[in-house]
């Protein structure tokens, strides 16, 4: 088994990044849900205003997935934390550890910046994510429900 690493992504990966995105939104069943291109990707996480960070995971010099991450922040903490929008492996390469290891990766960079929180959602029905993540000693935050706007509902919204 090849040796896992992590390296920080750069706008050359823009196009990696944005096939691994559109292979987590077929496994999620959600594929018709992307919307952005590489241009998209390479603005939004490359970009002088870029507010999120991208991991590449390799093994035996070739890209099997990624994560995409960005700071929030806990006012009950006084503290920011890390959210984790995406980790993704290729089938593949599931139980190689390179899914371990990109969340390792997070987590050593939430501890080195003294955030107080690492967080991220799972789809319900995503037993065996669900059971990694629990594996990794996370617990799920039954008590909350995400609410989301989006599209013309953020835009009426925001209208008045």
Same mark, same amino acid.
């Given at each position: 088994?090849?040796?896992? +690493?992590?390296?920080?992504? +750069?706008?050359?990966?823009?196009?990696?990044?944005?096939?691994?995105?559109?292979?987590?939104?077929?496994?999620?069943?959600?594929?018709?849900?992307?919307?952005?291109?590489?241009?998209?990707?390479?603005?939004?996480?490359?970009?002088?205003?870029?507010?999120?960070?991208?991991?590449?995971? =390799?093994?035996?010099? =070739?890209?099997?997935?990624?994560?995409?991450?960005?700071?929030?922040?806990? +006012?009950?903490?006084?503290?920011?934390?890390?959210?984790?929008?995406?980790?993704?492996?290729?089938?593949?390469? #599931?139980?190689?550890?390179?899914?371990?290891?990109?969340?390792?990766?997070?987590?050593?960079?939430?501890?080195?910046?003294?955030?107080? #929180?690492?967080?991220?959602?799972?789809?319900?029905?995503? =037993?065996?994510?669900?059971?990694?993540?629990?594996?990794?000693?996370?617990?799920?935050?039954?008590?909350? +429900?995400?609410?989301?706007?989006?599209?013309?509902?953020?835009?009426?919204?925001?209208?008045?």
């Amino acid at each position: 088994m090849a040796i896992v +690493t992590i390296r920080v992504a +750069t706008a050359d990966d823009a196009a990696l990044i944005l096939r691994f995105i559109r292979e987590l939104a077929i496994y999620e069943k959600a594929e018709s849900s992307v919307q952005t291109d590489e241009a998209g990707i390479r603005a939004s996480l490359f970009g002088a205003d870029a507010k999120a960070h991208a991991l590449i995971c =390799e093994a035996g010099g =070739e890209a099997i997935g990624y994560a995409v991450y960005f700071y929030n922040y806990s +006012t009950w903490l006084g503290r920011n934390g890390i959210y984790l929008e995406d980790l993704y492996v290729s089938p593949q390469q #599931r139980g190689s550890g390179a899914g371990k290891a990109l969340l390792q990766h997070i987590a050593r960079i939430a501890v080195a910046e003294g955030c107080g #929180r690492f967080e991220w959602s799972v789809l319900d029905w995503n =037993e065996p994510a669900i059971r990694f993540y629990e594996a990794a000693g996370a617990k799920p935050q039954s008590e909350w +429900t995400v609410y989301r706007m989006e599209g013309d509902a953020l835009r009426e919204f925001a209208a008045g």
